[in-house]
């Protein structure tokens, strides 16, 4: 299996086939095609995080509040959680929550008032601003998502989705620590 050329960048990484070369002019017994495998696919995740890092920054937002903002999302209408729910569905210590809800709180995104049913419980709450940056950033990350998917035909992305996704539950399965987070995204 012949590696993808890469397009010309700007620094000085080496293209994936000279890469799994040197790998395997170090370590003889590497195999080429999973090197090749997962040195291209640990270069798209890179390359995937800087385009969506930019996106959010032009939005003014972190991708550690963006993940405050999708969690919300995602625990559905009216996108309400408590700090404790927020910490544990992102990996990060009660502290380090505090600290990123303080900012989002500050910056417009997200309010947090007492429940009003509980007066000893902290409610967080999508604001109307931080679901519009939310909403705009998935719009930006649609249209980059395209583009990235280009070369690969609408019959083959069914099966590239298969094959990744089969990957993916190897590694939550055979990692333990694979579906935390080692340190806080701030």
Do not use: C
């Amino acid at each position: 299996m012949s590696a993808p050329k890469a397009a010309p960048t700007t620094s000085d990484e080496l293209d994936i086939a000279d890469q799994v070369a040197v790998y395997l002019r170090e370590f003889p017994t590497v195999d080429p095609q999973v090197e090749t495998i997962v040195s291209t696919l640990s270069r798209v995740a890179r390359r995937m995080s800087v385009a969506y890092g930019r996106q959010l920054t032009v939005l003014g937002i972190t991708s550690a509040e963006w993940e405050v903002l999708k969690a919300l999302v995602v625990s559905g209408s009216p996108y309400r959680m408590g700090p404790g729910d927020l910490a544990k569905r992102l990996g990060l210590t009660p502290a380090a929550m505090t600290h990123r809800i303080d900012r989002m709180v500050a910056e417009g995104l997200v309010t947090r008032e007492r429940d009003e049913a509980n007066r000893v419980r902290v409610i967080i709450e999508l604001t109307e601003e931080g679901r519009d940056k939310w909403l705009e950033s998935m719009r930006m990350a649609a249209v980059f998502e395209e583009e990235l998917l280009q070369d690969i035909t609408p019959a083959e992305r069914p099966e590239l989705s298969a094959l990744l996704g089969r990957m993916l539950r190897r590694i939550e399965e055979t990692q333990p620590d694979a579906l935390g987070r080692t340190d806080d995204l701030t």
